[in-house]
């Protein structure tokens, strides 16, 4: 039979390695749903091909209450709206059913569906009471950026403000480095050119250091430990992290040999471990099980892919946070 391309397949793949259907393999289905999560899980964490570089982009933006009626334009841009629960805050943009605003100023935040009033223009309004439309926070008033779940490691971060340390359109330290030796471009010493931008750039790294970030992957979370003021609305934050290969995207990921291997050594563990209270249990023909025999079988497998997985296939410790 061809290799498994959907994790269906991949179930029965290995199901079929420890015997199915000459054997009867005693694990129900939420059990080889559980162990191959768990066995996923492991892959992800330590194998070299469990995840990919990636970089993705969040744009900086304010936060945004949404009406339940056309009446966002009936406020003043520039007053200070008051939430019934006691949130201040000011109004910077008005469009249709929508109203963009500052960070609260009291730090007390607004709530779905109470009634926002303007303090100049005295006009009221409703937020609508649905929580996945009524508010959408931005950065400032969040104070992190939330992060995607199949990601689980952030390593660095690229704001439009990380490179001010080499200046910017004329003054930018590479475009003064190339118009003062343009002159002689044509047989130009690249090395000089490589060894003098690797120095501006230690330069800033020392004297500019890069933005410091907190991460974890279970609360999904990037802290950027910078003043979030600085940033500009309307750019984007870059962050270059670590997201796990999803299955249904690459089906190529069930045919991996120690994803195999080690998911079968799982679902084998867990029938052993379904079997060792029947020990002793004499069947028809004097047959009797020997769960305790699977089980240590399976737990002598797990822990042999797991020393050839840390010899093998895990890369390097790296400083990745996350």
């Known amino acids: 039979m061809a290799q498994p391309t959907t994790k269906a397949e991949f179930k029965e793949f290995c199901l079929r390695k420890l015997g199915k259907p000459v054997i009867d393999i005693n ?11 768990e066995a996923l899980s492991y892959y992800n964490d330590y194998h ?10 969040h744009k900086v933006s304010n936060s945004v209450l949404k009406l339940t009626s056309s009446t966002a334009e009936n406020f003043t841009v520039g007053e200070v709206i008051t939430g019934a629960g006691g949130a201040k805050a000011v109004i910077l943009v008005t469009s249709g059913t929508e109203i963009t605003y500052s960070k609260p100023t009291n730090d007390v935040a607004f709530v779905h569906g109470e009634v ?23 950065i ?65 790294d020392m004297l500019v ?62 029938w052993g471990s379904n079997l060792t209270k029947f020990n002793g249990m004499t069947l028809p023909g004097g047959v009797q099980f020997n769960g305790e025999q699977i089980l240590s079988d399976a737990r002598e497998e797990i822990q042999r892919l797991e020393e050839e997985m840390a010899s093998s296939y895990s890369l390097p410790a790296v400083d990745m946070i996350g």
């Not at 070299?48 to 993705?56: A, P, Q, R």
């Not at 223009?121 to 439309?133: G, Y």
């Not at 089906?251 to 040999?257: A, P």
């Open 116 to 138: 926002i009033t303007g303090e100049d223009s005295t006009t009221t309004a409703t937020i609508e009471s649905s929580e996945n439309s009524g508010i959408t926070k931005g």
């Open 209 to 270: 250091g890069a933005v410091p970030i907190r991460y974890n992957r279970h609360t999904n979370k990037l802290f950027l430990d910078t003043n979030l003021d600085n940033l500009t609305v309307g750019t984007h934050v870059v962050i270059e992290a670590y997201q796990v290969v999803d299955g249904n995207t690459y089906t190529d990921l069930w045919k991996d040999r120690f994803l195999q291997n080690y998911a079968t050594a799982k679902i084998k563990y867990q």
């Open 48 to 57: 070299f091909d469990g995840v990919e570089k990636t970089y993705f982009k």
């Open 140 to 204: 400032f008033e969040l104070g992190y950026i939330e992060i995607p779940d199949n990601i689980i490691g952030a390593v660095n971060v690229f704001t439009p403000e990380s490179n001010v340390g080499l200046g910017s359109g004329i003054f930018n330290a590479k475009y003064q480095f190339i118009l003062h030796n343009l002159h002689d471009i044509v047989n130009y010493n690249m090395t000089h050119f490589y060894m003098s931008m690797a120095n501006l750039q230690l330069l800033e």
């Open 27 to 37: 694990v129900s289905t939420e059990q080889v749903d559980d162990r191959v999560d």
